[in-house]
Structure formats: structure tokens, C-alpha cells
């Protein structure tokens, strides 16, 4: 990964989203973004409840299926935001767009993305839910980035905002 293309293409795309882009509601709950309809939620509600009730019904079975719909969503998301002619380009884009949806920054290592805050983690460091890694949904949007240009690797959550000593979650390829 080249941390520098990320970046750049990262905080253009941002930069663009934050001045050109309405985010347009209406009476009944809904917010459009460039023409599509997105939910947007607080961190407290967003998703803890169905984490809870997935990893108790399901353990680690509740990891891969939002993994894999993150994954799903996370192509929808790249549809949304246009083709890119490298990995680094659109990884950038798709960091820029999680950032206005309300992700921390991220920040690019080598092999690893760091973000200092995730809605998901936050919602169980909220309710004192330590946990192991959380962010199963997030890993699946970055995942979908590395499929989209052909890697044969995913981006698996490392250590977690919602582990209990965890201060940020970080995503490496593997």
C-alpha cells in the first residue's frame, strides 16, 4: 500500500464530500447522499444492540456474517463512489467517504489502517461491553476494496477500540 496515494486521495475525496455534498433530510428520517438514501445513527444505537444479540446467539458465526455483509455493502459503496484506476486510489476514496459517514480519520502504516474511532466500538465501550474485536461490519467495507482490484486478502481487525485496555482499532491485510 502506498501510504501516501492513500492519503492524498483520501483527504481530496473528504475535502470534495464535505463542500460539494448536501446532506438533505426530510420529515420522515431520511438522508439522501449524492442521490442515495443513507442511514445515519449515533454511535450509541448504531448496531450494539444487534452485535449483542448476534455474538450471543451466535459467537463467532456473528463475526463472519457481518463481515461478509460489510463486504457486500462496502461494493455498493464503491459503485457509489466511482471506479478507480488503483488499490490505493480507491482504498483513499473509500476512507475519505467512511470519514464523512462518520468514522474517524484514518490513519496508513505499511500493511495497516488505524482508526481512532469506530461507531460500533464505541457503542459497546459505552454500555462497559469489553469485548474482543467488534468491527467485523468495518473489515468487510475494506475487504471489499482489496476484492474489487484482485487481491487475494482480506483486512482483519488486529486490536479493537472495544477491547478493554483497546484505545484503537486497527485493520491489517492478511
Do not use: W
Not at 94 to 103: A, Q, S
Not at 110 to 137: N, V
Request: glycine share 8%; with cysteine.
Amino acid at each position: 500500500m502506498d501510504e501516501r496515494i492513500i492519503v492524498e486521495k483520501k483527504d481530496e475525496y473528504f475535502e470534495k464530500l464535505d463542500e460539494e455534498e448536501d446532506l438533505a433530510g426530510d420529515e420522515n428520517g431520511n438522508v439522501m447522499l449524492m442521490g442515495e438514501r443513507f442511514n445515519i445513527m449515533a454511535s450509541k444505537y448504531f448496531m450494539s444492540e444487534i452485535l449483542v444479540i448476534l455474538q450471543d446467539s451466535y459467537e463467532e458465526k456473528a463475526g463472519e456474517m457481518l463481515f461478509e455483509s460489510g463486504k457486500m455493502y462496502g461494493k455498493d459503496l464503491l459503485d457509489l463512489i466511482g471506479e478507480e484506476k488503483s488499490f490505493d486510489e480507491s482504498l483513499g476514496k473509500m476512507l475519505g467517504l467512511l470519514k464523512f459517514l462518520g468514522y474517524s480519520d484514518s490513519y496508513v502504516e505499511m500493511e495497516s489502517i488505524t482508526f481512532s474511532s469506530s461507531p460500533t466500538a464505541e457503542a459497546y465501550k459505552s454500555k462497559k461491553m469489553f469485548s474482543t474485536k467488534t468491527c467485523h461490519f468495518l473489515s468487510g467495507i475494506l475487504s471489499a476494496v482489496a476484492e474489487n482490484h484482485g487481491k487475494d486478502k482480506n483486512f482483519k481487525e488486529q486490536t479493537c477500540q472495544a477491547e478493554e485496555e483497546g484505545n484503537d482499532c486497527v485493520f491489517v491485510m492478511v
